[in-house]
């Protein structure tokens, strides 16, 4: 009937337009209609935008006529028809959806798959072809470009680092594969290397607390690497990259079909064993590395489409940074310094739906990590294992969408430190609920809370509250998140980062659980041009409080690290924008910014938190050649100052890093079967940062420095700034410019 109204109206006025004609019709995908498609020629000069329903009503001259229609998170199509004189063509479009959907199906923030503009909780997305924009070894270098999340170095001499997310250090960071927790003190940097980038489909990051569903260690925020559902997956894929540093990447992916199961086999190797030393300190810049993992995935049929999935991933990584004429007789001796780290880690996990009515299901992983590792004589042996179960229960009642769950997970872990006396085990069992409300097609409330038993520290309690509004058109959306979230001290965390640096490590008193409050508001927005130009701005501001803070001491003793709950407060705030822009013709930007201030209050003290900028910036441009089936993608990032440590009032070195970026240059051919080759240079502008930033790197066992009764460093004609050797004066990688090249095929 629709179409019929539309009809008459124009045939009723048909008679003034003896030059032209009309198209009338509809914009689909997957079923549903796509509102605000652009529809208009080929060259762009008329067109038209449709309506919320999808529908359009275009004037054209009389003719033939070549028709473009594009909408975001769609495929570009054309139409090729004939036009007559005051005559009207009815055309009905469907759309495949792109590579780079922007309202993708997300899971993260509510543990449930929703609409990413439907979602109460703000969630980011990167598709793999957005990675493929500056391909790396990692996801954890991967992340490099995306806003507000910064991979940081924590040491110039093993190159071991974690995620940052709005400033606050790796350790708050929770990192998911599949939705399903990879919990362990390192997982911000194991759980993001090794993955096969060839078998990653998409990866999504929350910013904030969301202790309510994930727990201790996701106070900072969650990454979430969703990999291919073995269905989907290409039959064989395969991506090798090397660099003029010699360094070599291989990723592998294979598709097996086993009965009514469905496997996903991935394979990662990573290899570099070339040193060099740029800067002259004697030491290598970048830590050679020997790393292979191993993922497989698998999918089960079952009746009424439950699921049961299963998964696991083995890493093994040898890993050496330190004087360039070191060779392994001399590991963990005391004449040739190195940090030599060797590692083994396994994981299982899994999700299987109980066959029973309603939506209720059973998540599980397990993980085991060894560490074996010397820094200079100092020996770090360690090794943890944790077990996590999980059962939810999903309902809608009306205008709530119910999740109930419940979880226990198990850390037993033990070192050879003095930190850990005995063997730690603790046990931590939680429930949560959530209510997701929706009040009507504009507004959803979702009311979250959780418990937890800690067996050492006892009853935590974690609420939330998320707010979404929309517009009637659905282009404004503001949301609203307020939340509770702490975080359990990790021994395994907070020794690592210290022993990376031939420090002491010591604890001032027993630690207490983190605590931490988080407001944050997130408003999108979408424009649409009738010249097929789509922009999409995301803006946010946070604000985080916390008690109990845990913080390492740098400045107090320069021979050691001290760990110690805060007595005061601190805060993390700020604001950050991005910017989605696609142009007509394929090309697209994306930008974003952020400001952030992260400082401590003790005792009236006010202090910059170490190792923070205030002011980060990313891009990515691409630019398709169509006719030559040719892209360029210019990548790159900015970071503002940092506070640094220094090692007392006579360190010269300056107290902040300067402003300096990183950026990346790559040209990608595409060829018709499946193949593509690609190839560019990484970090154009050359930066690295000071040669002097490892102090006293000619003396790495501070055979030259004379201290005093109090353990303090004195000065000498021979060190008249009074350093040790210390490598944690580290803002950036000592890695140059250099080229890479790399092929990627697959089969599907």
């Given at each position: 009937m629709h179409y019929v109204f539309i009809l008459l109206a124009l045939l009723c006025s048909a008679q003034g337009y003896?030059?032209?004609?009309?198209?009338?019709?509809?914009?689909?995908?997957?079923?549903?209609?796509?509102?605000?498609?652009?529809?208009?020629?080929?060259d762009g000069t008329l067109g038209t935008v449709a309506e919320l329903d999808g529908t359009f009503?275009?004037?054209?001259?009389?003719?033939?006529?070549?028709?473009?229609?594009?909408?975001?998170?769609?495929?570009?199509?054309?139409?090729?028809?004939?036009?007559?004189?005051?005559?009207?063509?009815?055309?009905?479009?469907?759309?495949e959806a792109g590579a780079a959907v922007l309202d993708d199906i997300v899971v993260t923030g509510t543990m449930k798959a929703v609409s990413r503009s439907n979602s109460p909780v703000p969630v980011e997305v990167f598709t793999a072809n957005y990675f493929r924009a500056n391909p790396t070894p990692s996801v954890f270098e991967s992340l490099q470009t995306v806003n507000g999340v910064r991979p940081q170095l924590n040491c110039a001499v093993c190159n071991t680092g974690d995620i940052h997310i709005n400033g606050l250090e790796g350790p708050y960071t929770m990192v998911l594969i599949d939705g399903m927790p990879i919990v362990s003190g390192l997982s911000t940097v194991y759980g993001l290397t090794g993955i096969p980038q060839s078998l990653i489909e998409r990866v999504e990051v929350v910013k904030g607390p969301a202790s309510t569903l994930y727990g201790s260690e996701a106070v900072g925020g969650l990454i979430n690497v969703i990999t291919k559902a073995p269905e989907d997956a290409p039959l064989v894929a395969a991506d090798v990259m090397v660099s003029g540093w010699g360094e070599v990447n291989t990723d592998l992916g294979l598709k097996l079909k086993v009965g009514k199961a469905q496997s996903l086999l991935g394979l990662n190797y990573f290899n570099y064993q070339q040193p060099q030393d740029n800067n002259g300190d004697g030491f290598t810049d970048?830590?050679?590395?020997?790393?292979?993992?191993?993922?497989?995935?698998?999918?089960?049929?079952?009746?009424?489409?439950?699921?049961?999935?299963?998964?696991?991933?083995?890493?093994?990584?040898?890993?050496?940074?330190?004087?360039?004429?070191?060779?392994?007789?001399?590991?963990?001796?005391d004449q040739v310094y190195g940090e030599s780290i060797y590692t083994n880690r396994w994981?299982?996990?899994?999700?299987?739906?109980?066959?029973?009515?309603?939506?209720?299901?059973?998540?599980?992983?397990?993980?085991?990590?060894?560490?074996?590792?010397?820094?200079?004589?100092?020996?770090?042996?360690?090794?943890?294992?944790?077990?996590?179960?999980?059962?939810?229960?999903?309902?809608?009642?009306?205008a709530h969408d119910?999740?109930?769950?419940?979880?226990?997970?198990?850390?037993?872990?033990?070192?050879?430190?003095p930190a850990t006396t005995e063997v730690s085990r603790i046990r931590l069992p939680g429930a949560f609920v959530q209510d997701e409300l929706r009040l009507n097609t504009n507004n959803i409330l979702l009311l979250g809370l959780r418990y937890d038993y800690n067996s050492l520290h006892g009853s935590i309690l974690t609420p939330r509250l998320n707010y979404k509004w929309n517009s009637a058109s659905g282009l404004d959306i503001i949301r609203l998140s307020i939340g509770n979230g702490y975080r359990v001290a990790n021994v395994f965390t907070e020794d690592h980062a210290a022993l990376t640096g031939a420090r002491e490590v010591r604890f001032a008193d027993e630690l207490?659980?983190?605590?931490?409050?988080?407001?944050?508001?997130?408003?999108?927005?979408?424009?649409?041009?009738?010249?097929?130009?789509?922009?999409?701005?995301?803006?946010?501001?946070?604000y985080t409080r916390f008690g109990n803070r845990i913080l390492p001491d740098y400045t107090t003793d320069p021979t050691a690290i001290i760990y110690a709950n805060l007595r005061g407060s601190a805060v993390s705030r700020g604001a950050s924008l991005s910017g989605d822009v696609s142009l007509k013709g394929g090309s697209s930007l994306n930008v974003g910014v952020t400001l952030q201030d992260v400082y401590t209050n003790e005792e009236g003290l006010r202090e910059r938190q170490l190792l923070t900028e205030t002011f980060s910036g990313v891009?990515?441009?691409?630019?398709?050649?169509?006719?030559?089936?040719?892209?360029?993608?210019?990548?790159?990032?900015?970071?503002?100052?940092?506070?640094?440590?220094?090692?007392?009032?006579?360190?010269?070195?300056p107290g902040q890093s300067p402003w300096f970026s990183t950026q990346n240059l790559q040209l990608t051919k595409t060829f018709a079967n499946g193949m593509e080759v690609y190839g560019g240079v990484k970090n154009l502008l050359d930066y690295t940062p000071p040669a002097n930033s490892i102090a006293r790197s000619f003396d790495p066992f501070d055979r030259g420095v004379e201290f005093g009764a109090d353990g303090s460093v004195l000065a000498t004609p021979d060190n008249p700034q009074a350093l040790t050797f210390d490598p944690t004066y580290v803002y950036a990688s000592n890695q140059g410019r250099r080229w890479f090249v790399g092929w990627r095929w697959s089969l599907r």
């Open positions: 003896a030059q032209t004609g009309w198209v009338v019709g509809s914009v689909v995908s997957d079923g549903e209609p796509v509102s605000f498609a652009t529809v208009g020629l080929a009503v275009l004037e054209l001259p009389a003719g033939e006529q070549t028709v473009r229609i594009s909408a975001l998170g769609q495929q570009t199509a054309t139409e090729t028809l004939l036009v007559m004189e005051g005559d009207t063509t009815v055309l009905d479009l469907v759309l970048v830590t050679l590395q020997d790393r292979l993992s191993v993922f497989n995935k698998w999918s089960f049929r079952r009746a009424a489409d439950r699921i049961f999935t299963l998964a696991g991933r083995y890493v093994y990584e040898d890993r050496f940074g330190g004087q360039l004429d070191w060779d392994r007789g001399d590991r963990g001796g994981e299982t996990f899994g999700t299987y739906q109980l066959p029973v009515p309603g939506r209720v299901m059973f998540q599980f992983s397990t993980n085991g990590h060894y560490q074996n590792s010397v820094y200079g004589q100092t020996v770090y042996d360690a090794t943890q294992y944790v077990g996590f179960g999980q059962l939810t229960w999903n309902k809608q009642v009306g119910l999740l109930l769950g419940a979880s226990y997970r198990y850390t037993w872990y033990d070192d050879n430190t207490l659980p983190e605590t931490s409050w988080n407001t944050n508001v997130n408003y999108v927005r979408k424009f649409f041009s009738r010249g097929g130009t789509v922009v999409g701005l995301d803006g946010s501001l946070w891009w990515q441009l691409g630019v398709p050649i169509k006719s030559a089936l040719l892209r360029i993608d210019y990548t790159g990032n900015v970071y503002g100052p940092m506070d640094l440590p220094l090692l007392g009032a006579l360190d010269e070195r």
